[in-house]
């Protein structure tokens, strides 16, 4: 069955116009992503590097960028903040294939098995520290404070999700705190670090972070979707990952409580002690799609994603506040 003409078709959106705005910005955020992972040690750069060059949006960043914008910042206090905001993002990463022990990320071998785990975690421990430095040079004690507290929060989940992995009695109100702590913690923190810089209110800086919030619960949730309705030429890692990995996520829960008992020795036998054949990713995809669990979660991330666009009314309309609405539209159609 084809996963994407199983799901119902869904508001468009696009990214390229908050890239576009922030072009200049964004280029002032990079140079200083380029000049912070230097180290006398060769490995480090060179191995921040391989995950920092492989690509993607730099979304998180982006969003420090255009909250402060939105906010009425005219001036590069936020840059700092958006680079350490990308080193916070890039260490979990590091960390995060280690455990996980990931082959792909974001297209390319995964770093841990070209240098080693041990080295990749102590990268990541560096990538922090760097983030922490970058914070400190900004002066101020709130947006220090709300990035030391979303690294620990991101921890912490991180920690949950290891805990609860593969417990195939999870409930869809512990998953989503485990995915608001281990992803949408930082989404938020980005956005309000970014308000905070621009010396806005708290009425406006609220706002910001309950947009970064639902953000990024959306993109978690279309993440977890794509394990099994994308492809691996366009996700950047196997698609069918969690599945292999016996990983508890929501379309799998929605879809094992939506299976009758024919099902349960395959979601058993398959996930819960991972004695898996070729032949099981594909059941299950078609279990996922055919219960409409797939369709269920990409609902509620559409759910999300309104949530975000509707905090943004606080603000008047304009560029940023268009190109945010457009974001939040393509974190539920994207297909990467």
């Known amino acids: 069955m084809d996963a994407a003409a199983a799901t119902l078709p869904r508001t468009s959106g696009s990214v390229d116009r908050l890239v576009r705005l922030a072009e200049t910005d964004m280029a002032g955020v990079n140079r200083l992503i380029t000049e912070r992972m230097q180290s006398d040690v060769p490995i480090i750069p060179a191995l921040a590097e391989h995950l920092i060059a492989a690509g993607g949006k730099r979304l998180r960043p982006l969003l420090t960028v255009a909250a402060a914008r939105l906010a009425g910042s005219d001036n590069d206090h936020c840059l700092k903040l958006a680079a350490a905001v990308e080193f916070i993002h890039t260490a979990t990463l590091l960390h995060d294939d280690v455990v996980d ?41 709130k947006a220090l404070e709300i990035l030391a507290r979303a690294s620990r929060v ?103 409580a939506r299976s009758g008992p024919r099902e349960a020795e395959f979601w058993e ?9 070729e032949a099981d990713f594909r059941r299950a995809r078609e279990l996922i799609i055919g219960t409409g669990a797939l369709d269920a979660t990409l609902d509620l991330a559409t759910e999300y994603a309104d949530k975000a666009k509707a905090a943004l009314a606080i603000f008047p309309a304009n560029d940023w506040r268009e190109a945010l609405e457009s974001l939040a539209d393509f974190a539920v159609s994207r297909t990467a």
């Not at 972070?209 to 030429?233: C, I, M, P, R, S």
């Open 101 to 141: 022990g990931s082959a792909l990320r974001r297209g390319k071998v995964a770093a841990h098995l070209i240098w080693g785990g041990a080295q990749s975690v102590l990268v990541g421990d560096f990538l922090f520290a760097r983030a922490f430095e970058l914070m400190v040079e900004t002066n101020s004690m």
């Open 154 to 256: 991101i921890a912490e989940g991180e920690v949950m999700q290891l805990m609860r992995s593969h417990d195939l009695n999870l409930s869809q109100a512990l998953y989503l705190e485990i995915i608001q702590a281990k992803t949408a913690e930082l989404f938020a923190a980005a956005s309000e670090a970014g308000a905070v810089s621009a010396g806005v209110d708290p009425a406006r800086t609220d706002a910001l972070k309950a947009y970064g919030l639902n953000l990024g619960l959306a993109f978690q949730l279309v993440d977890d979707a794509l394990d099994y309705g994308g492809a691996t030429e366009t996700l950047g890692k196997n698609a069918g990952d969690d599945f292999r990995e016996g990983k508890a996520t929501l379309p799998l829960l929605l879809a094992i």
């Open 269 to 277: 036998r398959a996930v819960g002690r991972r004695e898996q054949t």
